[in-house]
T-cell receptor, first 120, second 107 residues
């Protein structure tokens, strides 16, 4: 079964660092982009950026450039999203999803999301 | 960057009604347009990709059309389980921007 399994919910204080994960299984990681999407409570979906596990090619949304870092460890089929200094405004659900590197398919498999709460 | 504008932002319709949601790109994106459905408290679900291709397992009452800058999602006969927020997304080039969403309710 194709799955993206995300790490569990996190509670942090402003200024703290955080790294969340997204582990792919049941498919070849290097045939798909991994996408990160933010959803603030009661708000819409925001595209944060993409990373290609084949060569770690990364593209960030201008809104998130410099605010987060995406990375991937091919050896364990896991992508990461990290913050060096969290803000209260980072409170949201973070989804990872995949999209085929080839062709015109959409984001067909999603993780269940990681809830991040940043509060003092 | 290309902006994606959905309309309406919300709509209320009766069971069995035909409804249409529009998504407009500020520049041409060919057919690199997807539609997602998100029910409250759940993960977004891919309905349509490449503007008009139905994702496997999605009911045939959903359909998509359009190219370049103007796209539509149509539900031919609204069902109670279609209550959700619908998003379009462009993915011809980064950033793969989402529309702001359209909330669909039953009248």
């Amino acid at each position: 079964e194709v799955q993206l399994v995300q790490s569990g919910a996190e509670v942090r204080k402003p200024g703290e660092s955080l790294k969340i994960s997204c582990k792919g299984s049941g498919y070849s990681l290097t045939n798909y982009w991994i996408v990160w999407v933010r959803q603030v409570p009661e708000k819409g979906l925001e595209w944060m950026g993409i990373i290609y596990p084949g060569d770690s090619d990364t593209r960030y949304s201008p809104s998130f450039q410099g605010q987060v870092t995406m990375s991937v460890d091919k050896s364990i089929s896991t992508a990461y999203l990290q913050w060096s200094s969290l803000k209260a405004s980072d409170t949201a659900v973070y989804y990872c999803a995949r999209r085929s590197y080839f062709g015109s398919g959409g984001l067909d498999v999603w993780g269940l999301g990681t809830t991040v709460i940043v509060s003092s | 960057d290309i902006q994606m504008t959905q309309s309406p932002s919300s709509l209320s319709a009766s069971i069995g009604d035909r409804i249409t949601i529009t998504c407009r790109a500020s520049q041409g994106i060919s057919n690199y347009l997807a539609w997602f459905q998100q029910k409250p408290g759940t993960v977004p679900k891919l309905l349509i990709f490449a503007a008009s291709t139905l994702q496997s397992g999605v009911p045939s009452r959903f359909s998509g059309s359009g190219s370049e800058t103007d796209f539509t999602l149509t539900i031919s006969s609204l069902q109670p389980e279609d209550v959700a927020t619908y998003y379009c997304q462009k993915y011809n080039s980064a950033p793969w921007t989402f529309g702001q969403g359209t909330k669909v309710e039953i009248k």
